[in-house]
Every structure is written in structure tokens, then in C-alpha cells.
């Protein structure tokens, strides 16, 4: 399974909302979408992931370029590794 970051998300965003503007966009099935939020307020920090199977990575990608939600032009990209802090 690869991973998409996806980034410059309208604050309203919900984790379904995102799962199907990718869905209805790719014509692929989307395993899984997160957004991430602020730990003290609990707002969208205005990005999240959605997560797909190996062989859909391309296509997913050229695909979601360009692409607006909420008049907003979305980022995407495949997301890197996590860095440790320390």
C-alpha cells in the first residue's frame, strides 16, 4: 500500500469528503484517508493522507494534479518517511 500526501485542504475538510473527491477523481479504490489535526484545538491543520494500493500510485498522482476542493488547488504527492525527532 502507498501513501499520498495531500496538502492545501480546505479547513472543512472531512476524512469521507476526501476518500471520495479522490475516488470520484481516480476511478480508484481508496483503502484508506486521515486528516491531520491540531492535538490541542482539534482543527484540520489544512492536510491529511489517503492511502492506496501499490499499482494505483501513478495513476492516483497525474490524476489529483490541479485538482480544486473548496477553491482550493490541492498538493499531492507520495508522502516520505516519517523523520525521528531526536
Known amino acids: 500500500m502507498k501513501t499520498i500526501y495531500v ?3 480546505p479547513w ?10 479522490f475516488a470520484e477523481k481516480t476511478g480508484v479504490e481508496i483503502q484508506a484517508s486521515r486528516i491531520i489535526t491540531d492535538r490541542e484545538t482539534g482543527r484540520s491543520r489544512g492536510f ?9 500510485l501513478g495513476k492516483v498522482l497525474e490524476a489529483m494534479q490541479g485538482v480544486q476542493v473548496g477553491g482550493r ?14
Open 48 to 56: 491529511g493522507f489517503v492511502e492506496v494500493n501499490d499499482d494505483d
Open 12 to 21: 472543512a475538510t472531512t476524512e469521507s469528503e476526501l476518500a471520495s473527491v
Open 7 to 9: 496538502g492545501n485542504l
Open 73 to 86: 488547488e490541492l498538493v499531492v504527492n507520495e508522502a516520505r518517511q516519517r523523520q525521528s525527532r531526536f
